[in-house]
């Protein structure tokens, strides 16, 4: 299907949309295209049934409404790219709602959990280099809240001179400026001095340039992956004592917003360094404060207690 192709290069090189984006794109729109095509329908043609018979057939097979919301995101980015450039005349789509999705407030740490695993990225690595790695990527993602991709293809020149601010490209290439705290520009000194050794030996040695990321791997991305990290992150919260299940560097993006607004931040402040383009995405952190406000008191407070026969 020609418009797919189409579709996904507007989508790289005008929105600067991620390469995972560009992937479930991909993905969502050729299961939408298989599904018609098995029934005889030209995708290029289809009406507003045959993508609602589409998205019925997606919740008789058990997915979940964030799924079918997702693909319908897709498809309906798909025809209105047809319809804006003239591949046809009308948006099928236009007009189907989506599946309702339940809210569910995002998970978070306690600072007495957060410190654990700050602690184990201390101890955990077998080497001076791991630990220091371990302990610098750990303490920017706490200290930053940056979403897991932002931190591990942190360019090395961002972290330049002991910033006390650095700066990270976000979604759609979005810039934003990030403050960090006393102990992350600490770890942060500490690994650089460890890893520009080790880059300049490599150079004087190999007769390669050093390597442009913060974090370098011999891996084809050139620096330490998404899912490398979510592994060792896991390690290090085995390591901590703590249920590696209820831990990931996503989590601990929510720790860092949820114990800024405990301590009094702005939500604007925090909206800014989450790089979150609306606001209400960040007021949810307004209900996880609330709901464990609400379980404390229910907990602790001694008019809350229910009577008990003596």
């Known amino acids: ?12 090189a005008e929105r600067g949309a991620a390469l995972n984006s560009l992937l479930a794109y991909r ?22 049934q045959d993508i609602e018979g589409y998205l019925i057939a997606c919740e008789a097979l058990g997915l979940a409404a964030s799924t079918r919301a997702r693909r319908l995101a897709a498809i309906r980015g798909l025809y209105r790219f047809a319809h804006e450039e003239g591949l046809r005349a009308d948006d099928p789509a236009i007009r189907i709602s989506g599946p309702s999705k339940p809210k569910s407030l995002p998970k978070s740490l306690s600072e007495e959990a957060v410190d654990a ?17 371990d302990t610098c990527l750990m303490q920017l993602l706490y200290a930053t809240g940056m979403r897991v ?3 591990v293809s942190l360019p090395v020149s961002a972290t330049r001179g002991d910033p006390r601010m ?12 990030v403050p960090l705290s006393p102990p992350a520009r600490a770890a942060l000194g500490a690994w650089l001095d460890h890893r520009d050794t080790v880059e300049a030996e490599a150079t004087r040695a190999k007769g390669t340039p050093p390597s442009p990321h913060l974090f370098p791997s011999r891996g084809k991305a050139g620096h330490v992956t998404r899912v490398w990290f979510h592994g060792r992150i896991k390690a290090l919260a085995l390591h901590a004592g703590l249920d590696p299940s209820t831990v990931s560097p996503h989590v601990l993006r929510h720790a860092f917003a949820t ?3 405990s301590g009094g931040a702005d939500l604007r402040a925090i909206q800014t ?9 960040t007021e949810i952190y307004t209900h996880v404060l609330e709901t464990r406000l609400r379980d404390l008191v229910m907990t602790h407070h001694p008019l809350a207690q ?5």
């Open 149 to 151: 991709t932002e931190l």
């Open 273 to 281: 360094m989450l790089g979150h383009a609306d606001i209400s995405t």
């Open 259 to 261: 114990h800024l607004l």
């Open 27 to 48: 993905r969502d729109i050729e299961d939408y295209v298989s599904h018609l095509t098995a029934k005889g329908i030209d995708p290029e043609r289809a009406r507003r």
């Open 306 to 310: 229910s009577d008990e026969p003596g």
């Open 166 to 177: 650095i700066l990270v490209r976000g979604k759609g290439g979005k810039e934003r400026m």
């Open 117 to 133: 695993l700050l602690a184990a990225s201390e101890t955990l690595g077998k080497t001076e280099a791991e630990r220091l790695r």
């Open 1 to 12: 299907m020609t418009w797919l192709d189409r579709f996904l290069e507007v989508q790289a």
